[in-house]
Each structure stands twice: as C-alpha cells, then as structure tokens.
C-alpha cells in the first residue's frame, strides 16, 4: 500500500498562485474564498539582511492527525494510504477538527456548515492522474508521490533537497516536506506559530 506525500521545493516556488487557482477551480470554491491550499508570503530579519519567503501550505495528511482523534462522527478519517479525508455527509459542523489541527490548515466552510481540506485530490489520483495543484505548478516546485517507494519521484527530491516536514512539536508525523535550507524552515516555524503578544 502506498504511502502518499508531497514535496514542496521552495527553491523553485515563484509564488505565482497557479497552485491555489487550480485547486480551487477543480474544487468548485468560490473567488474570496479561502482555497484547499494557500500561499503564505513571510518576511525574515531586518533591512537591509531581509529574505522572503513565499511557500504553499495545505494539510499535512499527518500520520497520527489530531483531527481524525477528535471527530466524533467518524467524518474526518485515515485512509490506509494516510489520505486524510473528510465526509461532508458525516460531518456535523462541530469545528472540532479545525481546532485541532496544529498547522491552522483545516478549513470550515461557513455557507455549507461542513469543514474541509486538502485530499490530494482523490478523484485524480484514482484515475491515476497527479494533484491539481502539482500538475497546475510551471516550475516543478511541487512533486507528490509514495514515501515508502525509494524510486518514487517524490522520495527522490526529498533525497536530493534534504527536504523536511515543518517543525513537529507534537509528534503527530506531517507528509508534506519544504527544501531549501534551515531558514525557510524557521520562516515557516513562524509563520504557523506566530509569537504572542504579551
């Protein structure tokens, strides 16, 4: 059984936005709102020793995600492929989930009363086709595969960049690994964790 994953090469990220457009498009969400996958668009140091990072983020199909743990309606699952998915017939809008999900990632749609996410776009990799989002991307910056298949194209960047997952404070195993050294890492860091004002 395959174990699905993504890796998202920073170094090639241009932030152009066809990521998200694609994914809304084959996702039917609406302009103005909030897309199964976003850009954040973060800025580290000070001037004149400043970097931008700009980099796409959506559900990390964690292997032990909080946000099946806390369903009670068995609407957000595992999929023995470690798909995380949710089921609109199932869910009762309770936003648990939302609330769980260390990242900020998963989204509540307010005119549907449901909550929703990224799901690697099943129907697609069903049909054998690759995710919106990966196939919407002109720079190769986003590559989708097996984790557990060494040859998969995806095991093969992760190998080729040292890419890693975000920072895991809670041991829950995020499959979506960013490239491109230690201080994009520390940007993302910040950016799903942004310090509290005292």
């Not at 983020?57 to 292997?63: D, K």
């Not at 609407?75 to 900020?104: M, N, S, W, Y």
């Amino acid at each position: 059984m395959a174990r699905y994953g993504l890796c998202v090469d920073l170094g090639r990220c241009i932030g152009c936005y066809g990521c998200v457009v694609g994914c809304k498009n084959w996702h039917g969400v609406p302009a103005g709102e909030t897309g199964r996958i976003s850009l954040k668009d973060f800025f580290t140091g000070m001037y004149p020793q400043v970097s931008r990072w700009v980099f796409p983020v959506m559900c990390m199909h964690c292997e032990h995600p909080p946000c099946v743990s806390v369903c009670r309606f068995n609407a957000c699952h595992q999929r023995e492929d470690g798909i995380v998915v949710i089921d609109p017939k199932r869910c009762v809008g309770c936003e648990l989930c939302t609330f769980a999900c260390p990242f900020g990632l998963r989204i509540f749609r307010h005119n549907q009363g449901v909550a929703d996410g990224c799901d690697f776009c099943l129907e697609r990799i069903s049909a054998g086709v690759l995710p919106y989002c990966v196939a919407s991307c002109p720079t190769d910056a986003l590559v989708f595969g097996d984790l557990d298949d060494p040859e998969s194209a995806v095991s093969k960047r992760i190998r080729a960049t040292g890419a890693k997952p975000p920072k895991d404070r809670f041991g829950i195993g995020p499959k979506v690994f960013y490239t491109h050294s230690e201080n994009s890492l520390n940007a993302m860091d910040r950016a799903f964790n942004p310090p509290r004002k005292t």
